[in-house]
C-alpha cells in the first residue's frame, strides 16, 4: 500500500497562518493539540477534587494560583484593573501585615503595595483605589508555606487610607477588603 503525500490543514486551536501537516497515513496532529487536551482534562480532575473536598480547605500549589496571578508580588492588576491578591497575614513577609478586622473573618485590612519606605501611589495601589469604585470582586489567596496556598474566597475592595504606622515607621496604604458571600 502506497503512503499519501502529507495534506496541509489551518489548524483551528492555534489559529496558525502556516498550515499544520497531517501524514494521511499516521493520522497524528500537532503536539500543542495534545497539550491542550491534557490540560482540559487536568482542568476536569481539578473541579471534581475541588467539589469533593468543599467542606476542607483545599491546599493549592503555586502553579495552581498562577493560573490566576500571574505575578509573584501581591497585587496583580492589568491595565488598571484588579485581578486578583496574595496575602501571608504578615507571618512570612512581616512588613505587609495585613489583619482580620473582626472575628468573624469576612473583613480583612489589606497593605497596600510597597516593600520598604512610604508607600505611594503606585500602578498597584491605583488598582486597589479603582476597584473601590468598579466595586469587582477578586480572589484572595493565603499563602500557608513555601508552595502552599489557599484560596480564600472573593472579597471587594470597600475603602482606603493612607496614613502613617508607627510601628511599621512608614507611610502605608491600607485597604479594607470584604468577603462576598452567597451569590456576589
Given at each position: 500500500?502506497?503512503?499519501?503525500?502529507?495534506?496541509?490543514?489551518?489548524?483551528e486551536s492555534c489559529r496558525s497562518r502556516r498550515p499544520h501537516l497531517i501524514s494521511l497515513k499516521?493520522?497524528?496532529?500537532?503536539?500543542?493539540?495534545?497539550?491542550?487536551?491534557?490540560?482540559?482534562?487536568?482542568?476536569?480532575?481539578?473541579?471534581?477534587?475541588?467539589?469533593?473536598?468543599?467542606?476542607?480547605?483545599?491546599?493549592?500549589?503555586?502553579?495552581?494560583?498562577?493560573?490566576?496571578?500571574?505575578?509573584?508580588?501581591?497585587?496583580?492588576?492589568?491595565?488598571?484593573?484588579l485581578v486578583s491578591l496574595l496575602t501571608d497575614f504578615g507571618r512570612i513577609n512581616p512588613c505587609?501585615?495585613?489583619?482580620?478586622?473582626?472575628?468573624?473573618?469576612?473583613?480583612?485590612?489589606?497593605?497596600?503595595?510597597?516593600?520598604?519606605?512610604?508607600?505611594?501611589?503606585?500602578?498597584?495601589?491605583?488598582?486597589?483605589?479603582?476597584?473601590?469604585?468598579?466595586?469587582?470582586?477578586?480572589?484572595?489567596?493565603?499563602?500557608?508555606?513555601?508552595?502552599?496556598?489557599?484560596?480564600?474566597?472573593?472579597?471587594?475592595?470597600?475603602?482606603?487610607?493612607?496614613?502613617?504606622?508607627?510601628?511599621?515607621?512608614?507611610?502605608?496604604?491600607?485597604?479594607?477588603?470584604?468577603?462576598?458571600?452567597?451569590?456576589?
Amino acid at each position: 500500500m502506497k503512503e499519501r503525500a502529507a495534506t496541509p490543514t489551518a489548524c483551528e486551536s492555534c489559529r496558525s497562518r502556516r498550515p499544520h501537516l497531517i501524514s494521511l497515513k499516521s493520522r497524528r496532529k500537532p503536539p500543542h493539540l495534545d497539550t491542550l487536551r491534557r490540560a482540559k482534562l487536568f482542568y476536569t480532575l481539578d473541579m471534581k477534587r475541588t467539589r469533593a473536598t468543599d467542606n476542607a480547605p483545599e491546599i493549592l500549589s503555586w502553579a495552581e494560583v498562577q493560573r490566576t496571578h500571574r505575578i509573584r508580588n501581591g497585587v496583580y492588576q492589568r491595565d488598571g484593573r484588579l485581578v486578583s491578591l496574595l496575602t501571608d497575614f504578615g507571618r512570612i513577609n512581616p512588613c505587609y501585615p495585613d489583619a482580620h478586622a473582626d472575628e468573624t473573618g469576612d473583613t480583612i485590612h489589606y497593605t497596600g503595595a510597597g516593600r520598604r519606605g512610604d508607600q505611594h501611589l503606585t500602578p498597584a495601589n491605583r488598582a486597589l483605589l479603582a476597584a473601590i469604585e468598579s466595586g469587582h470582586a477578586v480572589p484572595l489567596f493565603n499563602k500557608l508555606s513555601v508552595g502552599r496556598w489557599q484560596h480564600l474566597g472573593y472579597w471587594r475592595v470597600t475603602h482606603a487610607t493612607h496614613h502613617y504606622d508607627a510601628q511599621e515607621d512608614r507611610m502605608l496604604w491600607r485597604f479594607t477588603l470584604k468577603k462576598v458571600t452567597g451569590g456576589g
